[in-house]
């Protein structure tokens, strides 16, 4: 492998030191968390997982576990005081069930901040979760059905 493609590869996938995978960066954050926030990042990721068996795992921007399909769904963030879900394509996604709370201001990202003690609608979760990869995926389709000088 090249340097170059090392390089792409680490930025694109990882940024944690001695190899270790996003999946095994994610497992240490959850673990390194001794507070209420790292059974809640735990669970969402559960979540993911269960609403997209296909999701690929990634570390990015020195940190932030990012959950992949046909491109961004979504991010998990830690902060004192709540855990954020910020959703790539979230201002284009319906919300039926308002979970979306932060970042309502902006014209591409959504996010849900959840705060100790909060409840997750599970199933509202995943069927946002499911819609942020359809999207994903018809964004993809509708990329490739384009002239290449177009």
Same mark, same amino acid.
């Given at each position: 492998m090249t340097k170059a493609t090392t390089a792409m590869k680490k930025s694109a996938s990882t940024e944690g030191e001695g $190899?270790?995978?996003p999946s095994q960066l994610i497992d240490a954050r959850i673990n390194e968390l001794s507070d209420w *926030? &790292?059974?809640? !990042?735990a669970q969402?990721?559960?979540?993911?997982?269960?609403?997209?068996?296909?999701?690929?795992?990634a570390w990015k921007?020195?940190?932030?576990?990012?959950?992949?399909?046909? $491109?961004?769904i979504c991010t998990g963030e830690i902060y004192k005081n709540v855990v954020k879900m910020?959703?790539? *394509? &979230?201002?284009? !996604?319906?919300?039926?069930?308002?979970?979306f709370n932060s970042s309502l201001e902006g014209n591409t990202r959504r996010a849900i901040d959840i705060h100790e003690g909060d409840k997750i609608d599970e199933e509202a979760l995943k069927a946002l979760?499911?819609?942020?990869?359809?999207?994903?995926?018809?964004?993809?389709?509708?990329?490739s059905r384009k002239p290449k000088n177009a």
């Open positions: $190899g270790d995978t *926030r &790292g059974g809640m !990042l969402i990721r559960t979540l993911i997982k269960q609403a997209d068996p296909e999701v690929v795992e921007w020195r940190g932030v576990p990012v959950w992949e399909h046909a $491109g961004i910020t959703f790539a *394509r &979230g201002a284009t !996604l319906e919300d039926p069930s308002g979970l979760i499911r819609a942020a990869v359809a999207l994903n995926l018809s964004v993809r389709a509708t990329r």
